[in-house]
């Protein structure tokens, strides 16, 4: 682990794995609820770091140092400590049996493992209430399209690499397709809500076929 300032307001933790991010991310989260990290604004987790925003960041990186000195970085992080959400899909992507031919299975074994799966939200990023969730089989763990798509649609539900997620609104991607979000769908990401993300690091993520 190492603790460094990244410019006048901002802290970055580097860590080693996604299990460690969880882990620190939400000892520093708890902490700054409950007010030890003075000056501290934020705490934003990412694949291998974690950001934390303080306009006197000097002044913090000696308390969050202190705090995460005493974080057991090996503990098993808590899933489903943000609570758990289940997302209705069909299961029509246009890259359904990309994904199925790739992983040696039909397009029914796909549906199968993508909905039997437990997924965690590691972090979020890409796109307001875009979340990368963690826990696919190793099967389903794919690259992304040789050539991203200029336009994909709100809702889609995809994989990449070793995480899966679903587009929050209509943008570019590269991620391979293999379903949609159905209408009764609760929506990802309400600037009016709090917070505004419905899927925020530490939620537990199950998918629905819904036909």
């Not at 005493?70 to 899933?79: E, H, N, Q």
């Not at 070793?162 to 209509?170: L, N």
């Not at 949609?180 to 076929?209: E, I, K, N, S, Y």
């Amino acid at each position: 682990m190492d603790v460094r300032p990244v410019g006048p307001e901002a802290l970055v933790v580097d860590l080693d794995g996604l299990d460690q991010v969880a882990v620190a991310g939400a000892a520093l989260r708890e902490a700054l609820d409950r007010g030890e990290l003075p000056g501290v604004v934020d705490v934003v987790p990412a694949a291998r770091t974690v950001l934390v925003t303080a306009p006197g960041a000097r002044e913090a990186l000696r308390a969050v140092r202190a705090l995460l000195d005493g974080v057991d970085l090996t503990a098993t992080p808590d899933r489903g400590a943000a609570g758990t959400v289940e997302l209705p899909v069909h299961y029509d992507g246009e890259d359904l049996e990309l994904v199925a031919r790739d992983a040696g299975w039909s397009t029914a074994d796909v549906v199968a493992a993508h909905t039997g799966a437990e997924l965690t939200v590691a972090f979020g990023g890409f796109a307001p209430g875009f979340a990368y969730l963690t826990g696919l089989p190793e099967a389903l763990h794919q690259p992304r399209l040789d050539t991203p798509r200029p336009r994909i649609p709100a809702g889609a539900v995809g994989v990449a690499g070793e995480f899966g997620g679903v587009y929050p609104r209509t943008s570019p991607g590269g991620w391979r397709l293999i379903g949609r979000l159905a209408q009764d769908a609760p929506t990802l990401f309400d600037p009016d809500r709090d917070p505004p993300a419905l899927l925020v690091p530490g939620t537990t993520v199950r998918f629905r076929d819904a036909g």
